[in-house]
């Protein structure tokens, strides 16, 4: 069993940063994949960033350098880096990670980018 809770969400102006961080707990091993999505409302959830254990990082392109997803495998916390934040943004963000055959969520924390 795996728990993951997010936590650094909030209301930011256009341009700002914030750092989301997701702390995990269980079985955890620091070869799991882990990951942050994003879901708009009526939207689908989509990927804004992956880390796999030997510090491979992935971006979707919307992110265009904005943001950075890292691991502190000691205190098995995910963190996602987010600068120049815009409007379209705004959106309840999940981490996940994968172990043992399954993908666990955690419960999102909010995020709103707005003036």
């Known amino acids: 069993q795996v728990r993951l809770v997010e936590s650094g969400g909030g209301l930011v102006q256009p341009g700002g940063s914030l750092r989301l961080s997701c702390a995990a707990s269980?079985?955890?091993?620091?070869?799991?994949?882990m990951s942050w999505y994003r879901q708009a409302p009526g939207e689908q959830r989509e990927l804004v960033a992956a880390?796999?254990?030997?510090?491979?990082?992935n971006y979707a392109d919307f992110v265009e350098g904005r943001f950075t997803i890292s691991r502190n495998s000691a205190k098995n916390t995910l963190y996602l880096q987010m600068n120049s934040l815009k409007p379209e943004d705004t959106a309840i963000y999940y981490c996940?990670?994968?172990?043992?055959?399954?993908?666990?969520w955690g419960q999102g924390t909010q995020v709103t980018v707005s003036s």
């Open positions: 880390i796999v254990g030997g510090g491979l990082t």
């Open positions: 269980g079985d955890i091993r620091v070869w799991n994949p």
């Open positions: 996940n990670i994968g172990s043992g055959g399954y993908t666990y």
